[in-house]
């Protein structure tokens, strides 16, 4: 079970989103406490703004891996740097290396991207986004054979129409270069995606960047809050 800490939410959607160095790394530590294995994290400016810089990324990795103990992922998304020139050049300045960075393969220079963090020795969870044909993609590119995952996520934010979604999406991606799967959805759908994930015997994620509600629709206090109720949720729908 993957715990995603944060994403693009803000102090707004919650005092117990975290955001600094610290406070991700006091949420990383209480998720893999609850039973977390990894740690998915968007590295925030002072100002909150989500970046690729070295000067960010390296306190995040640091602070997360001395008190996570669990293997640390980043995200590249376009939208904390949309030039992906530029995006390579900050992935090149990185000297705190994450365990993995998450790649997404509808976004320009996906590939080029990715070919530079394996050169680097990190490795690359392929997030291919329902609804935007990068399933397809990722299916004949060359890359495949050597990322770490697939990040399958899906976008629909209806139960009903996630799960379709979901099933959709799985069925484009095929084999997927026989790489692992991990399923998730977002707000309103990433409890029934956990759901089939459990059922299909995918691994997933869980946390504060995919829902800030539990599967009975209380807010969520904390991300060890989701990884208990996710890993229950999903182990139940595995055992049936």
């Known amino acids: 079970?993957?715990?995603?800490?944060?994403?693009?939410?803000?102090?707004?959607?919650?005092?117990?989103?975290?955001?600094?160095?610290?406070?991700?790394?006091?949420?990383?530590?209480?998720?893999v406490a609850a039973g977390a294995t990894e740690v998915h994290v968007h590295p925030r400016t002072p100002c909150g703004r989500e970046?690729?810089?070295?000067?960010?990324?390296?306190?995040v990795v640091e602070a997360l891996r001395?008190?996570?103990?669990?293997?640390?992922?980043?995200?590249?998304?376009?939208?904390?740097?949309?030039?992906p020139a530029e995006r390579l050049e900050r992935v090149r300045s990185w000297s705190v290396l994450p365990d993995f960075a998450s790649v997404n393969w509808h976004e320009p220079g996906a590939e080029e991207l990715t070919e530079l963090l394996l050169t680097r020795g990190v490795g690359v969870e392929a997030g291919v986004w329902s609804g935007t044909g990068s399933a397809v993609?990722?299916?004949?590119?060359?890359?495949?054979?050597?990322?770490?995952?697939?990040?399958?996520?899906v976008t629909d934010t209806g139960p009903a129409a996630a799960e379709a979604s979901a099933h959709a999406l799985l069925a484009e991606l095929g084999t997927a270069h026989a790489r692992p799967v991990l399923l998730?959805?977002?707000?309103g759908g990433a409890?029934?995606?956990?759901?089939?994930?459990?059922?299909?015997?995918?691994?997933?994620?869980?946390?504060?960047?995919?829902?800030?509600?539990?599967?009975?629709?209380?807010?969520?206090?904390?991300?060890?809050?989701?990884?208990?109720a996710g890993l229950t949720e999903h182990g139940a729908q595995r055992d049936q």
């Open 51 to 59: 970046s690729l810089s070295a000067r960010v990324v390296g306190p």
């Open 66 to 83: 001395a008190r996570a103990g669990v293997p640390v992922g980043v995200t590249t998304g376009a939208w904390a740097e949309p030039d």
């Open 184 to 187: 998730h959805g977002e707000d």
């Open 1 to 31: 079970m993957q715990v995603c800490l944060n994403g693009s939410r803000a102090a707004v959607d919650g005092a117990q989103v975290p955001l600094t160095p610290d406070e991700l790394a006091r949420s990383a530590m209480e998720a």
């Open 191 to 228: 409890w029934p995606v956990l759901r089939l994930a459990g059922r299909l015997g995918l691994a997933t994620r869980v946390g504060l960047e995919d829902t800030l509600f539990l599967p009975d629709g209380e807010r969520a206090l904390s991300n060890a809050a989701l990884v208990v």
């Open 137 to 153: 993609r990722f299916a004949v590119s060359p890359l495949g054979p050597r990322v770490l995952r697939v990040l399958a996520e």
